[in-house]
Nanobody, 126 residues
Framework: QVQLAESGGGLVQAGGSLRLSCAVS????????MGWFRQVPGKEREFVTA????????DYADSVKGRFTISRDNAKNTVYLQMNSLKVEDTAVYYC???????????????????WGQGSQVTVSS
């Protein structure tokens, strides 16, 4: 059974950095599109970023472009989200997501994503 496990969340001051990791177990991650979403209470889960199986294609929400970077290490079955210049409005629970084996430009629709991690809280203080 495939499982996604996020780690690396926490409390950071505005302007700081954090790196989230998503470890995939039960199946190799190398064939799948992977992504990150985030959610705050009372709001819909929103797309943050995604990366194709090869790492050759990426997509970012406008709100994080230039500040966040997604990467993957298929040998370690792990996907990363490097978050720099964090803002208070980045505060959310961040979810790792596994998509299909094919890449779709602007993969924001929930039906594209087949599996989710349990989430990791990121809190940015002013």
């Amino acid at each position: 059974q495939v499982q996604l496990a996020e780690s690396g969340g926490g409390l950071v001051q505005a302007g700081g950095s954090l790196r989230l990791s998503c470890a995939v177990s039960g199946r190799t991650v190398s064939s799948y599109t992977m992504g990150w979403f985030r959610q705050v209470p009372g709001k819909e889960r929103e797309f943050v970023t995604a990366i194709s199986w090869s790492g050759g294609s990426t997509d970012y929400a406008d709100s994080v472009k230039g500040r966040f970077t997604i990467s993957r290490d298929n040998a370690k079955n792990t996907v990363y989200l490097q978050m720099n210049s964090l803002k208070v409005e980045d505060t959310a629970v961040y979810y790792c997501a596994r998509g299909p084996t094919y890449w779709r430009p602007r993969p924001r629709e929930f039906d594209y994503w087949g599996q989710w991690g349990q989430g990791s809280q990121v809190t940015v203080s002013s």
